[in-house]
C-alpha cells in the first residue's frame, strides 16, 4: 500500500453475486464499471464541472486502458477506489487507480487510463482547461507540458 499514498478515495463499492463470474469472481466487465465511475469523481476532484462542461459542449473520451488484475474478488467483498494523476499533456490525461479490498488493502486491480479532453461540436480533442491544469498540479503535483 505505500507505493498508494498520495491516491485519492474516489470510489466505494461492492461485490455483488450478479456481479460474478461463473467461478464465483468479480467478472472483468465490472471491474472497469467501477474504475469508469471512479475516474469521474477523479476528475470531479481536481475542477472537473459536469455541468459547465456540457454548456460549452466538452467532455471526456478514454483512448487507452491497461488493467493489471493482482487478486481475485469474490461476491461479498466491499472495496475503495485510489485513484491520482500522474500525467498531463496538452489535450490528455494520464490517471491510476487502484481496487482494493476494504479492511486489508489487498491490492486487486490497477488501472492506467489516458483521457482525452474532448470537444463535442468539433469532434476532435481540446485543450484541457486550465482548472483541470490548476487542480492537478495542486493535488498530485503534475503540471502540463
Known sequence: MAE??????????VVH????DAMGHLTTRHYLGMFDDASYQ???MVGYDPKAAAVERWGWAD??????YKAEL??????????RITALGRTSVTSQL??????S????????ARTVCFDLKERRSRPLPQAIVTGCMALFGVAAP
Open 17 to 20: 453475486p450478479w456481479l460474478c
Open 4 to 13: 498508494w499514498t498520495d491516491g485519492r478515495e474516489c470510489g466505494l463499492a
Open 42 to 44: 477523479l476528475m470531479m
Open 98 to 103: 487502484c481496487l482494493m479490498e476494504r479492511g
Open 105 to 112: 488493502d489487498r491490492i486487486s486491480a490497477l488501472l492506467t
Open 63 to 68: 483512448v487507452r486502458h491497461e488493467i493489471d
Open 74 to 83: 469474490a461476491a461479498g467483498a466491499a472495496v475503495r477506489i485510489l485513484g
